[in-house]
């Protein structure tokens, strides 16, 4: 695979979703990872949630003993989630912050003020061979803070300029756009692997997917709703055209 391949990773956590609204076993999340496999998905998103709202620990029991592509196991930062993740090693495991009341993970992680905490958090993760990722905003302190804990991985959150984009606020989108483009090639520099995601869509893809520095984007909610219209498979296939033609550019 050439070294500007950029990753897609498939979040199949609200396929979960539908299925917990009536509390039975379909849509099958794992079904759902299988087929996001064959459609070309270069990994798998999952994230246990403290209040298991939509991914179960039965899913993630299934998703490691079935996927051929590595699963990127997100979880917060409590020891239920270590011990769970201790026991799966899964390839990777990215640190969101996770607070009860979302609706879903809203901002970054406070990397820069639990810099000891989040250290001594990850380090067994890291000592048991999975790539520790953390979720953070575009910003320089984070940056650092992610680099200095001995992460290897950072996921930039493009939510602010996904928003901006959807409420038209453009200024704001071109502003966000620009500082997840520098704080890129600033991670980029400190010889962290850089991965994107968080409200991406058709419409906002490409921007992001041209940043050279950026290796994996991870894409969920606006999939899963697509598929509803025009099938998973062809979802994720239009997903990964606007991702290969960006980068090609
Ligand atoms: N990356 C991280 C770290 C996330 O927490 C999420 C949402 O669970 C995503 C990517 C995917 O976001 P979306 O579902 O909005 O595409």
Redesign the pocket.
């Known amino acids: 695979m050439n070294d500007q391949h950029l990753r897609l990773g498939v979040?199949i956590?609200?396929v979960a979703t539908v299925r917990n609204a009536r509390g039975g076993e379909t849509p099958d999340p794992v079904r759902a990872a299988l087929l996001a496999e064959e459609a070309g998905a270069d990994g798998i998103?999952a994230?246990l949630r403290e209040d298991r709202r939509h991914i179960s620990d039965r899913d993630i029991d299934a998703l490691m003993e079935r996927l051929s592509v590595p699963l990127n196991f997100?979880m917060a930062a409590t020891e239920e989630m270590q011990a769970i993740a201790l026991r799966h090693t899964p390839h990777a495991v990215?640190i969101?912050p996770e607070k009860r009341e979302e609706r879903?993970?809203e901002g970054g992680l406070e990397v820069a003020r639990e810099e000891n905490l989040l250290a001594h958090f990850i380090a067994p993760l890291r000592d048991a061979g999975c790539r520790v990722s953390i979720?953070i905003a575009a910003d320089v302190a984070q940056i650092e803070a992610a680099h200095r804990i001995g992460a290897e991985v950072i996921?930039l959150h493009t939510g602010a300029y996904c928003d901006a984009h959807a409420e038209g606020r453009y200024d704001e989108r071109d502003a966000e756009l620009t500082r997840l483009g520098e704080m890129s090639t600033f991670a980029h520099e400190l010889g962290l692997e850089v991965h994107a995601?968080?409200?991406?869509t058709y419409d906002t893809v490409a921007p992001v997917a041209a940043f050279p520095e950026v290796r994996e984007l991870?894409?969920?909610?606006?999939l899963i709703g697509e598929a509803i219209f025009r099938g998973l498979s062809p979802a994720i296939a239009e997903m990964r055209r606007l991702m290969d033609d960006a980068r090609a550019q």
Request: proline share 0%; hydrophobic share 25%; glycine share 14%.
């Open positions: 979040n956590d609200h998103t994230h997100e990215c969101v879903t993970t979720f996921e995601g968080h409200g991406l991870n894409i969920g909610h606006f």
